[in-house]
């Protein structure tokens, strides 16, 4: 390229005024790309918040609904199981009858299996006050790490627990160790043998965390959007209902829980807002 010729001072300006607009130009392209690229980046945040949000809203929704339907019918049903059940017993017991012990055994498996699933049914349903108590989650957590190690031992598998330092909170007992138990029967379910589970407190970003990690093969993408979903399970005797209940109870502790998964396993985190606790 031909080097640029200047016949008088005036053209020696000229050319330096051109040259500083195409600087002043250039800077006010970049600076406006940085701001595109922030402002992309801010929307795609956004939209996904909406998404998350959009979410939560239709399976709590769902949950309210399927609360209706368990509180309208739950008792009504258990009744007259619970009598069946009594009348298979009973009949199990007689000898000319010892040939059908099998089909009795697996009859009343069936009737506890649909007992159970209302019973988680109702649970769902319960939605009236609760007397909230300040305790610490790391107490709660070494009460129930006794009953966690003997599920893990049991299966042939491992679990660990490692406190963090963590503020005190208000919250409702039984359902924090509903919460962390059905988290924890999850999260060692998922683990082949010698498995070992991890079970964190910490704070982070003034929340209260608690995190459960187990060493499974992780979640996919079409099964981590239906977590929380009513019903929806991968078990093959699952109720679809332990994760749902998980969500209502963080969320009447004004929690939120958000996971993260991949192929070295899947962690839970369930984080209490510090900020509105006392509140």
């Not at 399927?66 to 059940?85: C, D, F, S, V, Y």
Request: charged share 30%.
């Amino acid at each position: 390229m031909a080097a640029a010729r200047f016949y008088s001072i005036e053209d020696w300006e000229k050319f330096v005024d051109i040259k500083q607009e195409l600087i002043k130009v250039k800077e006010q392209r970049r600076n406006l790309q940085q701001k595109l690229e922030a402002l992309t980046e801010k929307l795609k945040l956004e939209t996904e918040k909406r998404e998350y949000s959009e979410n939560e809203i239709t399976k709590l929704g769902r949950l309210n609904m399927i609360g209706q339907l368990a509180a309208g019918l739950g008792h009504e049903i258990r009744n007259p199981m619970t009598t069946i059940r009594g009348f298979l017993q009973m009949l199990q017991s007689k000898t000319d009858l010892h040939t059908y012990k099998n089909y009795f055994e697996l009859m009343i498996e069936e009737l506890d299996r649909a007992n159970l699933i209302i019973t988680d049914y109702l649970s769902l349903a319960k939605d009236k006050p609760v007397e909230l108590k300040r305790l610490c989650l790391n107490k709660l957590l070494d009460d129930l790490f006794p009953l966690m190690q003997a599920d893990a031992y049991t299966q042939g598998k491992k679990c660990v627990f490692e406190p963090g330092k963590v503020m005190e909170f208000e919250m409702v007992s039984n359902e924090i160790t509903q919460l962390v138990l059905n988290l924890a029967r999850n999260g060692l379910e998922a683990m082949p043998l010698d498995g070992c589970l991890t079970i964190k407190t910490f704070m982070d970003d003034q929340n209260i965390v608690l995190s459960v990690k187990d060493e499974g093969k992780g979640i996919s993408e079409e099964h981590l959007s239906k977590l929380g979903t009513p019903f929806f399970t991968t078990k093959e005797n699952g109720t679809g209902l332990g994760l749902p209940m998980c969500y209502k109870i963080a969320a009447k502790h004004n929690a939120f829980i958000d996971v993260k998964t991949g192929s070295d396993g899947t962690t839970f985190f369930v984080r209490f807002p510090a900020s509105k606790i006392g509140d």
